[in-house]
């Protein structure tokens, strides 16, 4: 608003033209004693202003900021080694097969790309089963993804998705009995194996998506049974809600329920204290790294792990859905793209995460200078 509107709009609502100029008249024997009132009033709290009033000092405001090491990018692997496909309802995310990995990765590993994490996607028809037995093939994608990228990019940190929905004829996250529900026990024994086999072909870090009751435990008992608990991070994705801003992801893994959803494991939205439990749970059954999941929809959740775990790691994925959002809103106008990923971003950080799995990763590399 210019200063003529603004004095004619105070013009319009003062009827009183002698009131509005004895009003002034006030205002500008305030000024000339404004600076000794100041201390006078000991008003001083009130002056923010100068705090931020450099770009630097704006930085310093940020209990911690967005680093390249802070992020970990989401691959989606396929079984065909050629294939390269773009994900439509994932903007600019592709599939790969594993030829396409290390052309694909070399230029971002050069700006600083420091982890990955892997999902694998069985596309050959009959590679899926009742029980997932892709997940730990060791000639389908994720091991071999693994194997090939410690070895080309050594300081490249692996994280692995460990869930059984890319893999199994039904899509959900474990096996089932009869009736469709979970078997939790068939479940997790499964998933600690699949962890393991990760674990044994070189991931730096196995992480569990699938909600099971008692899987981490199961994972780190088989872990230190194989001897090698020392060298893995067992990161948890503790409090992973179920919701519909999964979708985008689903269509890259092939991963949709066949019958039903998922609101049998993943947590309510709500559902503020069971995610709390489930940290908690988490933790004691000794979880590394806790995950928040979706983040900028539950950023009360990420302070809460903070609280919870405050001797952890936090991470927070940003999901497909929040990314396709964002890409959308950004598309239709409503705001420029690299604004608002800075924006959710600081967000998730500011709740007190301190990694961020996110798809925008390769141009957070760009943006960052750090
Ligand atoms: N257990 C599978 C899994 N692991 C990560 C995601 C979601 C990631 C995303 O949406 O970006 C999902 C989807 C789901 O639970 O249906
Ligand atoms: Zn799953
Ligand atoms: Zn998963």
Request: glycine share 8%; aromatic share 8%; with cysteine.
């Amino acid at each position: 608003m210019s200063f003529s509107s603004l004095v004619s709009d105070i013009t319009y609502r003062t009827s009183d033209r002698d009131d509005l100029r004895s009003q002034a008249s006030r205002a500008r024997s305030y000024a000339s004693t404004a600076a000794t009132s100041v201390s006078i009033c000991g008003d001083i709290s009130s002056q923010l202003h100068g705090g931020y009033s450099h770009p630097l000092a704006r930085a310093w405001q940020a209990e911690r900021q967005l680093t390249k090491s802070m992020l970990i990018y989401p691959l989606f692997i396929s079984d065909q080694p050629d294939e390269e496909t773009l994900i439509p309802s994932l903007p600019n995310q592709h599939r790969r097969g594993l030829n396409r990995l290390v052309p694909f990765l070399a230029p971002l590993v050069s700006k600083g790309l420091k982890s990955v994490i892997l999902f694998g996607v069985p596309i050959a028809p009959g590679a899926k089963d009742a029980l997932g037995t892709a997940a730990d093939d060791p000639q389908g994608p994720v091991i071999q993804s693994i194997r090939l990228l410690r070895r080309a990019f050594p300081d490249l940190f692996i994280v692995a998705d460990v869930c059984l929905c890319e893999y199994t004829s039904h899509g959900h996250c474990g096996i089932l009995r009869d009736d469709g529900s979970l078997n939790n026990a068939l479940s997790i024994d499964r998933i600690s194996d699949v962890a393991m086999a990760y674990a044994d072909a070189g991931a730096h870090c196995v992480a569990p998506s699938d909600m099971n009751d008692g899987r981490i435990r199961a994972i780190k008992l088989k872990l230190i049974e194989g001897g090698i608990a020392h060298q893995v991070v067992l990161m948890s994705y503790s409090a992973k809600f179920s919701g519909c801003l999964y979708g985008p992801f689903r269509d890259a893994a092939g991963s949709c329920p066949s019958f039903g959803d998922r609101r049998c494991y993943q947590l309510p939205p709500g559902g503020r204290g069971l995610a709390r439990r489930a940290i908690a749970r988490d933790i004691n059954e000794g979880a590394d790294i806790i995950m928040v999941k979706p983040a900028s929809q539950y950023l009360d959740i990420i302070s809460d792990a903070k609280e919870i775990g405050k001797d952890l790691p936090v991470a927070a994925y940003q999901v497909s859905g929040e990314f396709a959002m964002i890409h959308a809103a950004a598309k239709a106008g409503v705001f420029d793209l690299k604004a608002m990923a800075f924006e959710a971003t600081e967000g998730i950080l500011r709740a007190g995460a301190t990694i961020v799995v996110s798809y925008f990763t390769p141009e957070f590399l760009d943006w960052l200078s750090n």
